[in-house]
T-cell receptor
Framework: TQLLEQSPQFLSIQEGENLTVYCNSS?????LQWYRQEPGEGPVLLVT?????EVKKLKRLTFQFGDARKDSSLHITAAQPGDTGLYLC??????????FGAGTILRVKS | NAGVTQTPKFQVLKTGQSMTLQCAQD?????MYWYRQDPGMGLRLIYY???????DKGEVPNGYNVSRLNKREFSLRLESAAPSQTSVYFC??????????????FGPGTRLTVT
């Protein structure tokens, strides 16, 4: 069983649409990270959130950490083809290991 | 500054063969990790090294061994490859961030096929 459940698994949308990806767990994490991975490459960190209720914005991407530090969401406004990729959430525990979700494959069509 | 480098990029092995995947980082990070990535399963931790001289098992260590050669290098060895080890392998490194979190930096991956 996956400790971090991501939904949806796949998302195919038109350019300009908005979307939200969810990352849920029954466990509490000290931090929550979001990574983006393009085909043939390793994941690249987008953001880290550490405080319950925290909201961070990165251009058209908005990340939120749940109040209880068990869940997170990634919202993309006006998606563009360049946003296409695999989005992974990862929960940090006190220590230096991360637990990854299975990922959401996003395809933005022009 | 190359970040995290991995060799080889691609490898095909026959069942029972052995090989070592190499990883090096130039960011002076203390911690290094090996993951495997399979479709629909995200990244699963094989082994990690919190600091030079230490290694620990992760979620899926069976069939693998590791060596932290020095602070820069962390290798992963498959002693007797099996088809179930067909996967994409990623090395990552991190250091302490903000006191409680560890941002990880990933290499480009090694695509391994075992026939």
């Amino acid at each position: 069983t996956q400790l971090l459940e991501q939904s949806p698994q796949f998302l195919s949308i038109q350019e300009g649409e908005n979307l939200t990806v969810y990352c849920n767990s029954s466990s509490v994490f000290s931090s929550l990270q979001w990574y983006r991975q393009e085909p043939g490459e390793g994941p690249v960190l987008l953001v880290t959130v550490v405080t319950g209720g925290e909201v961070k914005k990165l251009k058209r991407l908005t990340f939120q950490f749940g109040d209880a530090r068990k869940d997170s969401s990634l919202h993309i406004t006006a998606a563009q083809p360049g946003d296409t990729g695999l989005y992974l959430c990862a929960g940090g525990r006190y220590g230096n290991k991360l637990v990854f979700g299975a990922g959401t494959i996003l395809r933005v069509k022009s | 500054n190359a970040g995290v480098t991995q060799t080889p990029k691609f490898q095909v092995l026959k069942t029972g063969q052995s090989m070592t995947l190499q990883c090096a980082q130039d960011m002076n990070h203390n911690s290094m990790y090996w993951y495997r990535q399979d479709p629909g399963m995200g990244l699963r931790l094989i082994y990690y090294s919190a600091s030079e001289g230490t290694t620990d098992k992760g979620e899926v260590p069976n069939g693998y061994n590791v060596s932290r050669l020095n602070k820069r290098e962390f290798s992963l060895r498959l002693e007797s490859a099996a088809p179930s080890q067909t996967s994409v392998y990623f090395c990552a490194s991190s250091d302490l961030w903000g006191g409680t979190t560890y941002e990880q930096y990933f290499g480009p991956g090694t695509r391994l096929t075992v026939t």
